[in-house]
């Protein structure tokens, strides 16, 4: 047992958790937190495949493509959020 | 005998999943949030156990600090909906979580049948670090090796804003994400403390990612969080006439970046490839464009629409 | 390559929109004539990349000159220089088409302001997909193009067109995640994303749980049944020139990916190539029952992408997993024909939207209002679709029949005349409309039966048909460059 095989099993919890909710899930910003949790856990199985036993320094190439994966996603995010918000509007015109 | 740190990742992994757990099966939409911010937190935890501090510090700035942010600010105008529980049949429910069962089967599979620790390019990344005009390896991976993937990402930051600006329309009745005058005079005297420490950190995390943990994303994150307090305590409010100076800082970034890309080509040079003498200075140019351009970005998509000729609420200053 | 050419034209095919883009959100008020003059530029741009391909065959251009798998390579070979030149050419068309639908009467001003600059992204993120060399690099184009496409889709503002754009955001981020995560399992193998390094690669499990990843991702994204819940609403709510962008371009980006990943991860499992021709048949029918029923002509013809988007599918699997390397060629001369012909009915649609005020099937007639070249493009554009000679459908699938018969696939010729049949069905009921004189009910305005905004989709229309008789050459281009060369 290593560090990076726990991480690995539990990004590969949180993502399988993600992917339930996101099928599962019907309100629409619990879906955004499913889908966060899907992005968190492709995270950790890149920052395991960088992993090495210490004293070896990690890879940092994988570190660089999660920092581009979490940009990437707060991106997708406030996107998803502002449909959101947009469509609230809407349907509170149409109420009223 | 059992080392006790990995007893410590054991317990941390779990945390982790059982907080993912939470997180969608909490009922207040509100204490979600904030499982989700804590569950950030952790996994930035988890990042600097597997060595990884680049990641952990973007991960609790930008995934965890400033998401929590934006969800926040969504939260408090629609949380006068009800929300919608699972109204799926039963049968469709169980099959889709047998279906993830499965895939959580298979891939555990797949994963515990590979052996960790491939080569990787840790040792090209090592062996090219001299030539890239940076000293740590994470940003030469992403303002040199792998300068193309940057670049887009700071593209998709403005397609996200554009896309943002066109969706959100300002509606009057719409609650501003403010802090309102129920907190009083006690957060704007707070922001007029902390906003130049924040902002001398955010400087410093950009200068330090040439040879240390940091960069212009972390820094960007950094100095989002000012704007994000000067929005919230209303020390700026965004004008119509301010738009035209918002586009040009959302595009800097990807301009500029594009622009240095394009123009070190020419005499046998591709596109990307800076000439030897100038790769640091030019990287720091790039950082602290993309910084500026990702620091407004990140604010703009916190505050939503576009401003446009609706009155907001009164102008306190 | 021994010297490298004054301009590099995989660069420049990526950049020259992203500046576009650019200039077009810095002045929103010439953001149209920004963004036509940048579609031009940039198949100018493409014209010579295609001419380059054909004179030298693959380039290679290594961003950074460190060459990959630490850098990142943009390469073009027959098949991404097509696509590529597809996206561009009908992309032009479609602005084209879209200059006068969002021109200053017809319009608010914001959806000119906003149409341009994200158009102009999802186009760089378009081409630089089909030059991208590498897995990581994919991902993020793949999320530059969700950004753009869900934009476009929410363009007109209207509550469905929000509802349908949320749902196609979630589907979009979640395919673009499944992706991501079989990407960390290829790292994880391998060491390495590059395409090369996946062509030296002998099987693994992390590598098939990474290709089940990414094919379900990328089968999310291209609405694969039974993923495809997302796309009808999607495509039949946006504004016309946006759904023909979303039903001709988006898709094709991520049937793309799973050519090339099918290229470079050979031999595939016959269950893997079985299963996928499975769905593609469950994709063929559902999609074309759905057409049949659909009230709105919109909705027909995103249900009949459905359909058409099953079809590759079936061409992809129509020889089982030694023929891949062949059927490849099927399927994307099938995209291609889907790319154009559906470029050209959408906006054919949406053009007899405009004229006669409404798109409800039930009601269409010939007169007194009859947008009567938008019909004529509607009609040719089925004809493509349907697959009658010589249109490039036909050329389609007779190359999908020919590769099934030779190696005895009897089943997936069964198939394709069904898929057939239930397109001549669905697009009849279109077409008797536009026949009949019987149903006129309101009396509208006169119309002269033909406008300059019918241009974009007749060209498109006659191009669907005409290209047909260009299959061969077609064919020989996209096989440049193939099979990949030896790792480096």
């Known amino acids: 047992m290593s560090t990076g095989l726990i991480f690995g099993l539990t990004g590969l919890g949180v993502f399988v958790v993600g992917l339930c909710g996101a099928l599962v899930l019907v309100d629409p910003l619990r879906r955004v937190l499913a889908l966060k949790l899907c992005s968190v856990g492709a995270g950790f199985m890149l920052v395991v495949a960088a992993w090495k036993a210490p004293p070896e320094a990690p890879d940092p190439v994988p570190h660089a493509l999660v920092i581009t994966g979490i940009v990437v996603m707060i991106s997708a995010t406030a996107v998803a959020l502002a449909l959101i918000r947009r469509l609230h509007t809407l349907e509170h015109e149409h109420h009223d | 005998m059992i080392d006790p740190l990995l007893l410590f990742d054991v317990i941390l992994g779990l945390a982790i999943v059982s907080l993912a757990v939470t997180v969608l099966v909490v009922r207040d939409r509100f204490a979600m949030i904030v499982l989700v911010i804590v569950f950030g937190l952790m996994s930035a935890l988890a990042w600097v156990r597997l060595a990884a501090p680049d990641v952990a510090l973007a991960e609790a700035a930008i995934g965890t600090g400033l998401t929590g942010a934006l969800l926040l600010a969504t939260w408090r105008q629609v949380r006068t909906e009800p929300e919608r529980w699972p109204a799926l049949p039963r049968g469709v429910m169980v099959i889709n979580m047998g279906l993830c069962a499965l895939v959580l089967a298979g891939l555990v599979g797949a994963f515990l049948a590979t052996p960790l620790g491939t080569p990787g390019l840790g040792v090209a990344v090592a062996d090219n670090l001299a030539d890239s005009g940076v000293e740590h390896p994470v940003t030469a991976v992403l303002l040199n090796f792998r300068a193309y993937d940057t ?21 009057s009745q719409a609650p501003q994400p403010t802090l309102g005058p129920e907190l009083g005079d006690l957060p704007r005297g707070f922001a007029r403390l902390v906003l130049p420490a924040i902002t001398v950190i955010g400087a410093y995390l950009l200068w330090v990612g040439t040879s240390a943990p940091g960069g212009a994303f972390q820094g960007g994150a950094v100095l989002a969080a000012v704007g994000i307090l000067l929005l919230l305590t209303q020390r700026y409010q ?36 800076y000439p030897a003498d100038h790769a640091k200075t030019l990287i720091l140019l790039i ?31 | 390559m021994i010297e490298m050419p004054a301009i590099d034209w995989l660069t420049a095919v990526v950049f020259a929109p992203l500046a576009g883009a650019i200039l077009a959100f810095l002045l929103p008020r010439q953001a149209h004539w920004v963004g036509v003059g940048a579609v031009v530029l940039t198949a100018l741009m493409a014209s010579a990349l295609v001419l380059q391909v054909l004179t030298e065959g693959a380039v290679v251009t290594p961003l950074g000159n460190w060459g990959a798998p630490l850098g990142i390579d943009l ?60 897995l990581f690099n994919l991902y993020v184009m793949l999320e530059v193009i969700s950004l753009a496409a869900v934009g476009l889709t929410v363009l007109s503002g209207r509550i469905e067109a929000v509802r349908a754009g949320l749902e196609y955001m979630y589907a979009s981020i979640l395919g673009a995640l499944l992706f991501l995560l079989g990407v960390g399992f290829v790292y994880l193998e391998l060491g390495r994303l590059d395409f090369a390094g996946l062509l030296a690669a002998p099987p693994s499990p992390a590598l098939g749980a990474a290709l089940a990843l990414m094919v379900a991702g990328l089968a999310l994204k291209t609405a694969l049944f039974p ?43 016959e269950v893997l190539v079985a299963l996928i021709g499975l769905l593609g048949v469950g994709a063929i029918l559902w999609g074309s029952i759905q057409a049949l029923r659909a009230e709105r002509l919109k909705l027909l013809v995103a249900w009949s992408t459905v359909a058409q988007i099953g079809l590759v599918f079936v061409a992809f699997a129509r020889a089982g997993a030694d023929g891949v390397a062949e059927s490849w060629k099927a399927a994307a001369l099938l995209m291609l024909a889907h790319a154009i012909a559906k470029a050209a009915m959408f906006l054919a649609a949406g053009r007899i939207k405009e004229e006669i005020g409404h798109d409800r099937i039930r009601e269409l007639d010939r007169s007194p209002v009859r947008p009567t070249l938008a019909q004529l493009s509607f009609a040719l554009a089925a004809i493509s679709l349907v697959g009658l000679p010589p249109s490039l459908g036909f050329a389609g699938k007779w190359i999908l029949m020919e590769g099934a018969m030779t190696s005895g696939y009897w089943h997936w010729i069964a198939v394709t005349m069904i898929a057939t049949m239930l397109s001549v069905a669905y ?3 279109v077409l008797t409309g536009f026949l009949r004189f019987d149903r006129q009910r309101t009396t509208v305005g006169e119309h002269q039966g033909w406008a300059l ?18 299959a061969a050459p077609i064919l020989a281009f996209m096989n440049i460059g193939y099979p990949f060369g030896g790792a480096p």
């Not at chain 2, 965004?238 to 123009?263: D, I, N, Y």
């Not at chain 3, 009467?105 to 993120?125: C, D, K, T």
């Not at chain 3, 997302?230 to 709510?237: C, Y």
């Open chain 3, 75 to 134: 390469r073009a070979d027959g098949l991404s220089a097509t696509l590529m030149a597809m996206t561009t050419g009908v992309g032009l068309l479609v602005s084209l088409g879209a200059l006068n639908s969002y021109a200053h009467h017809r319009a608010p001003e914001r959806m000119r302001r906003y149409f341009w600059p994200l158009w102009l992204l999802l186009l760089s993120g378009l081409n630089g997909v089909y030059l991208s060399t590498d």
């Open chain 3, 227 to 269: 993923l495809h819940v997302w796309l009808p609403q999607a495509h039949a709510n946006a504004t016309a020139p946006a759904s023909a962008l979303l039903s001709a371009l988006v898709v094709k980006a991520s049937l793309y990916i799973v050519l090339r990943l099918a290229q470079y991860l050979l031999p595939l499992s």
């Open chain 3, 427 to 429: 697009f009849s009921r």
């Open chain 2, 238 to 273: 965004p004008q119509p006439s301010h738009r035209p100076l918002a586009r040009g800082v959302f595009v800097l970034g990807v301009a500029g970046f594009a622009a240095v890309a394009l123009l070190v080509a020419g005499g046998g040079r591709v596109p990307f490839e």
């Open chain 3, 453 to 470: 905004a019918d241009a974009a989709p007749l060209t498109l229309a006659l191009c669907a048909l005409g290209l047909g008789l260009l």
């Open chain 2, 287 to 317: 950082e602290g464009l993309v910084t500026l351009s990702i620091a407004a970005t990140l604010a703009a998509l916190f505050h939503g629409r576009e401003p446009e000729a609706i009155s907001t609420q009164g102008g306190r200053s």
């Open chain 2, 151 to 171: 670049l887009m990402e700071v593209v998709v930051l403005l397609v996200a804003v554009i896309a943002v600006w066109m969706i959100d329309r300002g509606v």
